[in-house]
């Protein structure tokens, strides 16, 4: 079975950039989250999406931070204008419908703002 | 407020020798606590689930309500145990969504 993949891996900017990551979940997978994971830190939920639609954003910073799941499959998830404070792993992870307990995470982006 | 929290950030034991990884809760209601694990290069896994009360690669966790704790536990470590291991919990009020700790890194020297 195909794990949830991510890209890009590695991705270095400087602070007022844009920056885009991309997910592809696990084949039937309903739900998928977005995390970050700051140095030194666990991994903080940003987005929930169920299908297409947002289930909890309330620890994304919608000023700069935006998700979409247009088709309820991939995800992107960008930040415009970037700032120094986010520099973190960007983790995406999907599940069953209703199964939140058991989540598959991907690889992850580090992402680097100079 | 909700809030996992590991004490150590590293944990050292050598080959052979107990571990035990702490982590301590804060939660109004009855929570659901969990154990992810992260080795080398590899992808952030879940090891356990306290409901389900099962031993994997040998680790247990016990709840303990009135310590409000969730303590990993191994009684002989070995080389292949080091990871970086977080524990979490399910928020649910409202979403359900997880709530992970700092993480402690686990060390088992040869």
Redesign the interface.
């Known amino acids: 079975e195909a794990?949830?993949a991510q890209s890009p891996r590695y991705k270095i900017i400087e602070k007022r950039q844009s920056v885009a990551f991309w997910c592809n979940p696990i084949s039937g997978h309903a739900t998928l989250y977005w995390y970050q994971q700051i140095l030194?830190?666990?991994?903080?939920?940003l987005i929930?999406f169920q299908n297409n639609g947002v289930?909890?954003d309330?620890q994304l910073p919608k000023d700069r931070f935006s998700a979409e799941r247009l088709k309820g499959v991939d995800s992107t998830l960008k930040i415009q204008p970037a700032k120094l404070e986010d520099s973190a792993v960007y983790?995406c992870a999907s599940s069953l419908a209703g199964d939140?307990?058991?989540?598959?995470?991907?690889?992850?982006t580090r992402l680097t703002v100079l | 407020a909700q809030r996992v929290t590991q004490p150590e950030k590293l944990l050292s034991v050598f080959k052979g020798a107990p571990v035990e990884l702490k982590c301590n809760y804060s939660y109004s209601g009855s929570p659901e606590l969990f154990w992810y694990v992260q080795y080398s290069r590899q992808r952030l896994q879940l090891l356990l689930r306290h409901i389900s009360r099962e031993s994997i690669k040998g680790f247990t966790a016990d709840l303990n309500k009135g310590e409000t704790s969730f303590h990993l536990k191994k009684p002989f470590a070995q080389e292949e145990d080091s990871a970086m291991y977080y524990c979490a919990l399910i928020h649910t009020s409202g979403t359900y969504k997880y709530i992970f700790g700092t993480g402690t890194r686990l060390k088992v020297l040869a």
Do not use: A, E, N
């Open positions: 794990g949830v030194g830190q666990g991994p903080k939920l929930q289930v909890d309330s983790l939140v307990d058991t989540q598959y995470f991907g690889p992850g």
